[in-house]
């Protein structure tokens, strides 16, 4: 009803001012625009998606692998970790264009782009799971015998799969924003393209109707990995939700 009552304002407030469709376009002319350019709109949002996908996968592999060796590896967490945490203080945009000399135009900088801002939400959430595991659970199952594989896929896995997937939520949330940054700095073509092209010929509608376009994408990709964390995590679905009936 929020989003609705601020459409309708947006809508009213356009129409009653009489204010420029190129200077801030009414939701209407937003949605004309979407009709009249779907064509366009679906050829680059196609290339956005496949930049966020092989950018996603990529992170996903990487923050899995490196949260898992700094749990089970002092060195590592003391040595690499704080690292990782300090490569967020570097703005993506200054990286971004130092990777079109390194790599050159196309695909590869965008992906990497995403992979680089999907990774950290991953790796951090991953790793606090690992560590979030109960010291009497793990010292109960070896004394029955179980080995350090087995209490990694019995145990720690397990625990650590919310945890993981709080990241993934989050890394597949803000992918969308950092494969416009990659198009934003060199390419040709995606919706981040299409919105740096589109500026300045004053094509307002379609900035917007891009702009709709992505945040559907972001939501999407949300509510897609919240459907495979309910249904690799049931136990933890209806864990949460007793606990919710609970407080009501």
Same mark, same amino acid.
């Given at each position: 009803m929020i989003l609705v009552g601020i459409v309708v304002a947006w809508e009213?407030? =356009?129409q009653v001012w009489n204010i420029p469709k190129w200077q801030l376009p009414s939701p209407s002319e937003i949605a004309k625009e979407l009709a009249a350019s779907r064509s366009l709109l679906l050829g680059h949002t196609l290339v956005t998606l496949e930049e966020i996908v092989l950018g996603f996968i990529a992170a996903?592999?990487?923050?899995?692998?490196?949260a898992t060796g700094i749990a089970y590896s002092r060195i590592l967490e003391r040595s690499v970790y704080?690292?990782?945490i300090a490569s967020q203080t570097v703005p993506i945009i200054a990286i971004a264009p130092l990777l079109?000399?390194?790599?050159?135009?196309?695909?590869a900088p965008k992906v990497i782009v995403v992979a680089l801002i999907c990774f950290y939400p991953i790796a951090v959430n991953t790793v606090d799971g690992l560590k979030a595991v109960d010291p009497d659970m793990v010292n109960m199952i070896k004394t029955l015998g179980a080995s350090r594989w087995q209490v990694f #896929? /019995?145990?720690?896995?397990p625990t650590a799969m919310?945890?993981?997937?709080?990241?993934? /939520? =989050?890394?597949i949330s803000v992918s969308v924003i950092?494969? =416009?940054i990659g198009e934003w700095v060199g390419a040709s073509a995606g919706l981040g393209y299409l919105i740096t092209y589109s500026q300045p010929l004053f094509l307002t509608a379609r900035v917007f109707a891009a702009i709709v376009v992505l945040s559907a994408m972001g939501i999407s990709l949300f509510v897609l990995a919240s459907v495979v964390e309910r249904?690799?995590?049931?136990?933890?679905? #209806?864990?949460n939700r007793a606990k919710s009936i609970e407080r009501i």
């Open positions: 009213l407030w =356009v996903l592999a990487a923050g899995l692998l490196l704080p690292i990782v079109l000399i390194w790599v050159g135009y196309g695909i #896929t /019995k145990l720690q896995m919310p945890y993981m997937f709080s990241g993934i /939520k =989050v890394g950092a494969a =416009v249904m690799m995590l049931p136990w933890h679905y #209806t864990e």
